[in-house]
């Protein structure tokens, strides 16, 4: 079946993806004569910088979250649809969905953005945590408290020590911040809560395979975040390599020698990899593609020889001022999609200026009331770049459905150690059994409704 959307024979946008990017496009055209329809497998935009939170209790998943259809209920050109896009026929111009519907196009915007990446390891994602969408979040969550409730249970000191060992892997951004905050729930939010054990026991190692943490900051930001997660009781271990994930435990490579480490939660927060849609689209388009799947586009951010498609966000691979790739932040999915928009608006895409970024810095949380941060070569860190944190989110939380009490929340739970929630949405899995396999991540892309 193919369809248009039934409202005339206007130019028809489809945007795959109801991401910052996505959506930023979505509301960018309200005004132009164009019929808009919004393609994503959830019908919810994450504010990406706060789910660490909902891992920690700190915050429900709905106040990280906004439904796409009441972000844009009051521009009546925009559809909203919860599919998976599973092909694109780029000489026909049709997105094809997981039921074998079309829709036609007369201009695309693939802003699929990214998926947790184990770089060939797939086995890893069942034994793992990912922290890439709001229901790993939920099942961070649970996995979490549950090794507490477990510390409890347990008779055996060394089954003890398992449970109240907490790996994160990957030193950036992420799992700084997750790390800073399962430090903060063992040695302050639940001390006084169990009677067999001291959470304050419970140990927290970072493992990250470069040189320093934040590798994206300079070498003065990172070494002031690693300072600020070790004073909250983080062992950090730079130069860690990870050979093997199993439900029992972590094998590390450090130089020359291997080290096992028994625990039974590994937080992943190593890799990132564009979602597979976009890869679709450049194996269609003759586009070349990096190893993390990013699509080479031209300096307008369309696909060479198809104008009519934009690829942004982190689907796109597109060189900065300084020459290397942009990163792949909300801030550049925005400043691109808009860039798009306006090359649809003004009826050229593909002959509008060349896509400039406005670098505006980069924050990260390392702790109560502290975070690193970068704007144009200044560094600030402690609670004046954290007070800079809040006033970031509140500014961009406040265009997606009025989250900004999200970042109130955290902010006075930071400062001021307000209680957060310990409830477990699932029970405990006995001893016995290995973690339980979640889904993989689909490779095409945008994950189906299920009916």
Not at 5 to 31: C, D, H, P, S, T
Not at 176 to 185: D, F, P, R
Not at 300 to 310: C, W
Not at 345 to 352: D, L, T
Request: some cysteine.
């Amino acid at each position: 079946m193919s369809h248009n959307g039934g409202r005339g024979q206007r130019r028809r946008v489809v945007i795959i993806g109801g991401g910052f990017g996505g959506m930023e496009a979505a509301k960018r055209l309200k005004k132009a004569d164009v019929d808009v329809t919004v393609i994503d497998r959830h019908n919810h935009l994450l504010f990406q910088p706060l789910i660490y939170q909902v891992a920690a209790g700190a915050l429900s998943g709905g106040e990280v979250a906004a439904p796409q259809r009441h972000m844009l209920r009051r521009q009546t050109n925009a559809t909203v649809l919860m599919a998976r896009v599973t092909d694109v026929d780029i000489e026909k111009r049709q997105v094809v969905l997981d039921r074998g519907d079309r829709l036609d196009y007369d201009n695309l915007i693939v802003a699929c953005g990214g998926e947790t990446s184990y770089f060939g390891h797939e086995e890893w994602r069942e034994v793992t945590c990912g922290l890439k969408t709001l229901a790993d979040a939920q099942d961070l969550r649970d996995r979490i408290f549950g090794a507490f409730e477990e510390a409890e249970r347990a008779s055996d000191p060394g089954a003890r020590d398992e449970w109240l060992t907490f790996v994160v892997v990957g030193g950036g951004p992420t799992g700084v911040e997750i790390s800073g905050q399962l430090a903060i729930l063992s040695r302050h939010t639940m001390k006084r809560d169990f009677r067999r054990f001291d959470p304050r026991a419970a140990k927290v190692i970072l493992l990250d395979a470069g040189e320093r943490l934040v590798a994206g900051f300079s070498e003065q930001t990172s070494s002031k975040a690693a300072k600020e997660i070790a004073e909250l009781g983080v062992l950090v271990r730079e130069h860690a390599m990870v050979t093997d994930i199993d439900s029992r435990g972590v094998t590390v490579k450090i130089g020359e020698q291997t080290e096992r480490i028994a625990t039974r939660t590994v937080v992943w927060a190593a890799g990132v990899r564009t979602a597979g849609i976009a890869a679709v689209v450049a194996r269609a388009a003759g586009a070349a593609t990096d190893r993390a799947g990013h699509v080479e586009v031209n300096p307008d951010l369309t696909l060479p020889g198809y104008p009519e498609i934009s690829v942004i966000g982190d689907a796109a691979k597109l060189a900065g001022p300084d020459g290397k790739p942009l990163p792949g932040l909300a801030t550049v999915a925005i400043q691109q999609a808009r860039h798009a928009a306006k090359g649809i608006r003004n009826a050229q895409p593909g002959a509008s200026e060349p896509f400039k970024y406005f670098d505006k810095g980069a924050l990260a949380v390392v702790g109560r009331g502290k975070a690193v941060c970068e704007v144009r070569g200044r560094r600030v860190s402690g609670l004046t770049a954290f007070l800079m944190y809040v006033g970031v989110h509140l500014f961009y939380l406040g265009g997606i459905g009025g989250r900004r009490i999200a970042v109130a929340i955290t902010a006075i739970g930071s400062l001021f150690g307000a209680r957060e929630s310990r409830v477990m949405e699932g029970e405990l899995v006995t001893v016995e059994r290995a973690a339980p396999a979640r889904p993989a991540a689909p490779e095409a892309g945008p994950a189906r409704l299920v009916t």
